[in-house]
Structures are given as structure tokens and as C-alpha cells.
């Protein structure tokens, strides 16, 4: 195992001078930080989406561009030394330019990959020239030179052997000599294609650096200091929790808390590599580690919310007490990669849940060909506009917490409720535009009480 941490920044993070070099005091008050993964410039990925998705309007397309360019030049504007680094950005300025001219005729999954990319190739070379200007011994590093994965370009898998050799061989002896300074977020396919791993993909990437250097610690810098009850963007209430368990924190993840993705744990898991969550804006605040084993394991952990769900329900009365009606739902949508969520079954019917985290945004889409396909079979009904609320615990099959949770819930419509598969969380459905109020109310009840 590697004596060094991995420290990741989002885009709050290194969102303009002050807090770029918020996170590069953060990088120098611990000597044990050799590898640093910034994501873009808050905000930055979001505009390079909308060029990717195909802007016709010229003057449209050049406002974004200057806005790109703003972010960016007006933190170089402070550095000490510009001169290379404004070369650079404005190279990739470029290949944003043409990039989303050629996205105005015709997108692709692979061009989008390419455009949104630059976000991370630029915040990464401003990081790392305002660290050696602060007199730190950093380089920037392409890490597409080792983050192999498919060529499922938006989410693109991580190919872990050959991550784990090119790690060892490339990024290792890096870290050895310097504070290398790398971006999330992306990879390159075998073909040397960039991909990207989905949005929030950075938190990601950071766990397989770890992973790949086999580091002693993962560090995710972010707005907040730490994990909380739940967002408390929506209960201001929500405390931070000092230590929580890699299960509970997966299924919180998992289940839309936007704090990591979802699949920042897996490797971190693998490698029983402790994760530390923290704000670099009050980095003094402390935060939440991230651990195999914890002290105390509540009832209540965590409440999470996830928008943009899609369900579908397909439904055949024809299926009453025959066989095989799940088995060919499943067949249909198997044969078109279109990957299931959450999931509830009755003999005649199946409603189930999309899942979708890639680089486009919005709710999930059943693909035409899967539901003409499916109407074959049984009478299909597609709904958007729903939101999926989680409360994620430890043995939530206690005797008597489903009155706690249903009596907090009786006025809310619950649309789909899942509970039993883990013993960690219980989920349901809901109305869009009531999702905000059923967190609040399980948050208030369960967690705001003195008796918590
Ligand atoms: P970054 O850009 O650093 O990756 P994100 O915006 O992706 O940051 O994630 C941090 C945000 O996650 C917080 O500002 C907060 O609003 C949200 N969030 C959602 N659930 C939680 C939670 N349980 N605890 C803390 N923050 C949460
Ligand atoms: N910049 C990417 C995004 O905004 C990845 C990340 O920040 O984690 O989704
Ligand atoms: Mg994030």
C-alpha cells in the first residue's frame, strides 16, 4: 500500500481563485496528499453539455464560449506565472470552439464525451500552475494515460487490471517526486477515445486512482463538511455525521445523495481504502470518515432524494396465472441494455424504475424499440416527473418503524414503495413537486426529534 493520500476537489472547490487556493492550502497542510483530482470549474460542465447537445444559433454558441473563457482567464488573471498556462487553456478553448460547431450538424455520445471533457483538462492545468506559484512542487498529469475503460462513451466503464498497471507503472513513480494533479471524471478508451464516467463521475475517478496506487487514504473535498442526515440544502436542520458505515454510505449514494456518486465506494470498498468527506471552504470543521467498521450503527441514518425517475408499468391480464411474464419483461429489456432500478411485481404487473446516470442529464427515456417491443407483451405505461425518496438505516426490519414511518407519511401519495431487499433502506416513489416536503417530514420526525 501506497503511503500517500488521493485528495479530490469538486467544482465548488476550485471554482475560482479564492477557492483554488482554499484547496491547495488544504493539499499543503498535509504532507501525505501526492495525488490531487479536480473537477472542472463549477459550472463549466454544464455549459460544455449544452454545446454538446447541439447549439445551431452561432452568436448562442460564442456567448457560452465567453463565458468559458471568463471563468477560466479570470483566475489566471492572479497568477503569478500566466503566460503557459493561458496558452493552454486557449488551445482548448479551440477545441471547445470547433468541437461544438461540429455538435450544431450532429451529436454524438463520443463527440459529447470529447467536449465535456475540457472542463477537467482546463481547471487542471490553473490548479496545478497556482500550486508550484505557492512554491509546491506540482505537475499536471493526463489522466487518460491510465484510466482505461470502454467504450461506452457517456458512462463508460473503468477497465480495472489495465488501470491497476498503468497506475503502477505511470502515476506511482509520479507521486514519488511530486504533488501530481490530475483530472476526475474522464478516461480514454482502448483506441485512446476520451470517455467520460457519467455525471458527478469525478468522486469516481478519485476512488479508482486510489485504488489503482493502492493509496493509504481517499480524501473528497466538497461544499459541505461532510455527510449529512440529508442534504441540507433541503433540511437546514441535517447534521453531519462524524462516521458512517461503507454500506450506509454506498446506499446513500445509491440512492441519489448527491454528496458522491454512486459508485465512489466500490473500489475504495475493494481496497479497504477509509474515505474522509469534508469542505475545503472549513476544511477546521472536521467531516465524516467513511469506514469498514463504525462505533454506532442508528435505526435512522439518512434520509436521500433522487429527481428525474421514470416508471414503468407494464401490465397483462393475460399473464393471470401463467408463467414466464417476468422473464420475458426482463428478456426484452436485457437484449436493450436498458438497466432497471427499483423494481415491484404482482402476478399480472411490474412496475420498475429506470437507471441512468450519464453525461446528458434528465429523466431517463424508454427507447421506442424496447416499448413496441414490450406492447407485444402487455399494456405499457410510461411516467416521468416522480422523485425517489430513500431512508437508509441498519436492521430496518425492527419490529414496529414501519408505523413510525408510515404515520409520518400518511399524506404524502406514495407511488411505489420498496423495502426488504437490504435491511438498509426503504424507498418510495413520490410526486415531483412533493418529494422537497416528504424529506422534510421524515428528516422532522425521525431525526429533528430530541429522542434522536
Ligand atoms: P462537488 O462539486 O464537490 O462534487 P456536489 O454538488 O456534487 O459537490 O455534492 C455536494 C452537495 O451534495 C452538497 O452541496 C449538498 O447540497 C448535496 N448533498 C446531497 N445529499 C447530501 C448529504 N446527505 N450530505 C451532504 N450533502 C448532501
Ligand atoms: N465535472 C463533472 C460534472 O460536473 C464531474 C464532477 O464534477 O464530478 O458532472
Ligand atoms: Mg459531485
Not at 500566466?82 to 493552454?88: A, F, L, S, W, Y
Not at 512554491?135 to 467504450?151: H, K, Q, S
Request: some cysteine.
Amino acid at each position: 500500500m501506497s503511503a500517500f493520500n488521493v485528495a479530490k476537489f469538486g467544482g465548488t472547490s476550485v471554482a475560482n481563485f479564492e477557492a483554488m487556493s482554499r484547496s491547495a492550502s488544504v493539499v499543503e497542510s498535509n504532507p501525505e496528499t501526492k495525488l490531487v483530482v479536480s473537477s472542472a470549474c463549477a459550472g463549466v460542465t454544464n455549459f460544455l453539455v449544452e454545446l454538446a447537445n447541439g447549439i445551431k444559433d452561432a452568436d448562442h454558441r460564442q456567448e457560452i464560449l465567453n463565458q468559458l473563457a471568463n471563468i477560466h482567464f479570470s483566475i489566471i488573471s492572479e497568477l503569478k506565472e500566466q503566460e503557459g498556462v493561458k496558452k493552454e487553456i486557449q488551445a482548448i478553448l479551440n477545441t471547445v470552439n470547433s468541437l461544438a460547431e461540429a455538435a450544431s450538424f450532429q451529436s454524438s455520445n463520443q463527440l459529447t464525451d470529447h467536449l465535456v471533457a475540457c472542463g477537467e483538462l482546463m481547471s487542471t492545468h490553473i490548479l496545478a500552475q497556482l500550486m508550484r506559484d505557492r512554491g509546491m512542487n506540482a505537475i499536471r498529469f493526463d489522466i487518460r494515460e491510465v484510466l482505461r475503460t470502454d467504450d461506452n462513451f457517456g458512462r463508460a466503464e473503468p477497465q480495472l487490471d489495465d488501470i491497476a498497471a498503468l497506475a503502477k507503472e505511470k502515476l506511482e513513480p509520479l507521486c514519488n517526486k511530486y504533488i501530481v494533479v490530475t483530472q476526475g471524471f474522464i478516461g480514454s478508451d482502448e483506441q485512446g477515445n476520451t470517455t467520460t464516467l457519467g455525471r458527478g463521475g469525478s468522486d469516481y475517478s478519485a476512488a479508482l486512482i486510489a485504488e489503482g496506487v493502492q493509496a493509504a487514504g481517499l480524501e473528497i473535498w466538497t461544499d459541505v463538511p461532510g455527510i449529512y442526515t440529508t442534504d441540507p440544502r433541503i433540511a437546514p436542520k441535517a447534521k453531519a455525521i462524524t462516521e458512517i458505515s461503507f454500506s450506509e454510505a454506498s446506499e446513500m449514494a445509491n440512492f441519489g445523495a448527491k454528496i458522491l456518486h454512486p459508485s465512489t465506494l466500490l473500489p475504495a470498498l475493494r481496497h479497504g481504502i477509509p474515505v474522509f468527506v469534508g469542505s475545503s471552504r472549513e476544511p477546521e470543521q472536521g467531516g465524516t470518515w467513511i469506514r469498514k467498521r463504525v462505533e454506532n450503527s442508528p435505526l435512522y441514518r439518512a434520509v436521500a432524494l433522487r429527481a428525474n425517475q421514470t416508471m414503468v408499468t407494464i401490465r397483462s391480464a393475460k399473464m393471470f396465472q401463467a408463467y414466464g411474464f417476468l422473464a420475458k419483461v426482463f428478456e426484452i429489456l436485457a437484449k436493450h441494455k436498458v438497466s432497471v432500478d427499483l423494481i415491484t411485481t404482482s402476478e399480472i404487473s411490474v412496475s420498475l424504475t429506470l437507471d441512468k446516470t450519464d453525461t446528458s442529464g434528465g429523466a431517463p427515456e424508454l427507447p421506442p424499440a424496447v416499448r413496441s417491443e414490450l406492447e407485444e407483451l402487455a399494456n405499457v405505461d410510461v411516467e416521468r416527473n416522480l422523485s425517489l425518496v430513500a431512508l437508509i438505516g441498519n436492521q430496518m426490519e425492527t419490529k414496529g418503524y414501519a408505523k413510525d414511518v408510515f404515520s409520518t407519511l400518511g399524506d404524502y401519495h406514495l407511488r411505489m414503495i420498496c423495502y426488504g431487499a437490504s435491511d438498509h433502506n426503504l424507498c418510495f416513489l413520490v410526486d415531483a413537486e412533493e418529494a422537497k416536503a416528504v424529506v422534510q417530514k421524515l428528516h422532522q420526525d425521525l431525526f429533528e426529534t430530541d429522542s434522536e
